[in-house]
């Protein structure tokens, strides 16, 4: 088989939006970038270097996952964009941000998505390299569990939540990552949050400009969004697309299985650490094209739910 390409963007886009975290308007621009220079990002507001989007660069990983310092160059909630294009197969990117957070637009990664579409998606003259997992490396804590096992071929994804609320209870969701699945399962998937954590938010300066114009507010019996929810089990679904965000980190596709119960930021940025910090846990190999298999599984169980706009 043919080695797969490299890809970027055809042409330059850019979106505008606001911060969910601080509030403030805040524009970026996706410009195409060469083979070989990964996905960076680069204030424009700021006379600071590119800043790689790589896991040792991670400074935070609690509300979001945030690349470098925002007071030196960084940018904080970048997992929706790298969801998208690593979801989308874009290897080589520049984000130019003007501000020290993206844009939270919808909630999800499908204004990105849209974004990518509307640029277009340009093959280079660069054989694409991935990471393919070798052993398995788990990271347990108090909260939840993440792994990352060896994998025929390909990101397989399996996640579940499970929260004491009757609204989200306990959902589990899986696919093998490809572009069509991602477009399909869970790009509109949006982020979420519950209404007994607003004031305590708001008290740290954080969820400034969340609203249910981007995210799925959960009230202790109801969705306080109108139009309730974009799929049955949206935010088990969010939750992995955060995941492939995160993991789009290890600088290159992930050839694995990724499983996570009761994951987040922090413990996907762990478990890429350590799974680099061990030499003989991963293999850097060369990518064959292939066609999309485009398969997702389910596993769900919801108290309640809106329309399922699905």
Not at 168 to 194: K, N, P, S
Request: charged share 25%; hydrophobic share 45%; net charge negative.
């Amino acid at each position: 088989m043919k080695p797969a390409r490299q890809t970027t963007l055809h042409d330059a886009v850019q979106l505008d939006g606001i911060g969910v975290h601080s509030g403030a308007a805040v524009s970026v621009t996706l410009h195409p970038a060469e083979a070989g220079s990964g996905i960076a990002f680069l204030r424009s507001d700021q006379d600071h270097a590119e800043i790689p989007a790589v896991f040792r660069n991670v400074s935070s990983a609690d509300l979001s996952t945030v690349i470098g310092k925002p007071e030196r160059g960084g940018v904080a909630t970048v997992e929706h964009l790298m969801a998208a294009l690593a979801g989308l197969g874009i290897d080589n990117c520049l984000v130019e941000v003007d501000g020290p957070e993206m844009p939270i637009l919808d909630g999800s990664a499908a204004p990105f998505v849209a974004a990518i579409d509307q640029a277009g998606i340009r093959t280079l003259d660069a054989t694409r390299r991935m990471v393919k997992v070798l052993k398995s490396v788990v990271l347990e804590t108090e909260r939840g569990v993440v792994e990352l096992h060896p994998h025929d071929r390909g990101l397989r994804l399996e996640v579940e939540i499970d929260f004491d609320n009757a609204m989200i209870g306990r959902q589990l969701f899986g696919m093998d990552l490809d572009a069509g699945a991602f477009r399909r399962e869970v790009a509109r998937a949006r982020t979420f949050g519950f209404m007994q954590d607003v004031s305590r938010l708001w008290a740290v300066n954080k969820a400034l400009g969340a609203s249910l114009e981007n995210t799925v507010v959960v009230g202790d019996d109801r969705i306080l969004n109108p139009e309730g929810l974009r799929f049955r089990d949206e935010f088990v679904r969010h939750k992995l697309l955060d995941a492939v965000g995160d993991l789009s980190l290890a600088g290159a596709p992930l050839i694995g299985r990724f499983r996570s119960y009761r994951g987040g930021h922090r413990m996907n940025v762990k478990l890429l650490e350590a799974l680099f910090a061990d030499p003989t846990a991963y293999a850097i190999v060369e990518q064959t094209a292939r066609r999309e298999r485009g398969h997702a599984d389910i596993g769900v169980s919801v108290a309640a739910y809106g329309p399922d706009a699905n």
